[in-house]
């Protein structure tokens, strides 16, 4: 089992670009959350898919949108980046709703120059 | 957005030293969860608690549920180097709708051999 997988590793963007990031669950799970973490911070909750639609969001933008495939695989969008969006950015997936038994992936890390 | 409160941000203890750690909010939770983030990678569930007062163990690391449900506590008996890394605490209100974790600032572990 290759747990949560996400790419790319690390993606370099200016602002005003846009980006996408994609996230492969571990098998067995439907539901995926994306988290950004700024350095020095905690994990702060951006959005969660299930059944293919945005179930809840955090207090992010509308530049920050998603999507959700029928393989359960997810992508994250980020609009109009701004130097404030540097951050790894974590997918996270669990089995139904239980985000308490969630496993995360390693990440991406996004810088924006 | 909104963080759980964590402190002090770093932590040094000497190996085989006992270490404990605290997490407080605002809010109530229902559950309470403990992450340990190596570098590189995303944060790993170390334990779960569901109920206030609650005493859970995992091998050397015991974790409680607080009573007034406003805090969690996790202790680290007989440390060692594999110990180093960030720890997280995240509250949960989790029902049918809401399934949002809110994660804390962590604190940085760092054990002298």
């Known amino acids: 089992d290759a747990g949560v997988t996400q790419s790319p590793t690390h993606l370099i963007k200016t602002r005003g670009q846009q980006v996408t990031l994609r996230c492969s669950p571990k098998?067995?799970?439907?539901?995926v959350s994306w988290y950004q973490q700024a350095l020095g911070q905690g994990p702060q909750f951006i959005f969660q898919y299930y059944e293919e639609e945005e179930r809840q969001r955090g207090n992010f933008p509308d530049r920050f949108s998603g999507h959700q495939f029928p393989n359960y695989s997810s992508e994250l969008n980020v609009n109009a980046l701004l130097l404030g969006d540097s951050a790894l950015y974590l997918c996270?997936?669990?089995?139904?709703?239980?985000?308490?038994?969630?496993?995360f992936g390693p990440g991406t890390r996004l810088t924006v120059l | 957005g909104q963080q759980l409160n964590q402190s002090p941000q770093s932590m040094f203890i000497q190996e085989g030293e006992d270490v404990s750690m605290n997490c407080t909010s605002s809010s109530i939770f229902n559950t309470w969860l403990w992450y340990k983030q190596d570098p590189g990678e995303g944060p790993v569930l170390l334990i779960a608690?569901?109920?206030?007062?609650e005493l859970t163990s995992n091998g050397r690391l015991t974790a409680q549920f607080g009573i007034t449900r406003k805090d969690s506590f996790l202790n680290i008996s007989a440390s060692i180097p594999s110990d180093v890394g960030i720890y997280f605490c995240a509250g949960a209100m989790l029902t049918g709708a809401n399934s949002k974790l809110t994660f804390g600032k962590g604190i940085t572990l760092s054990v002298r051999p």
């Open positions: 098998s067995g799970h439907d539901t």
């Open positions: 608690l569901y109920k206030a007062g």
């Open positions: 996270a997936s669990n089995p139904g709703r239980r985000t308490d038994t969630q496993y």
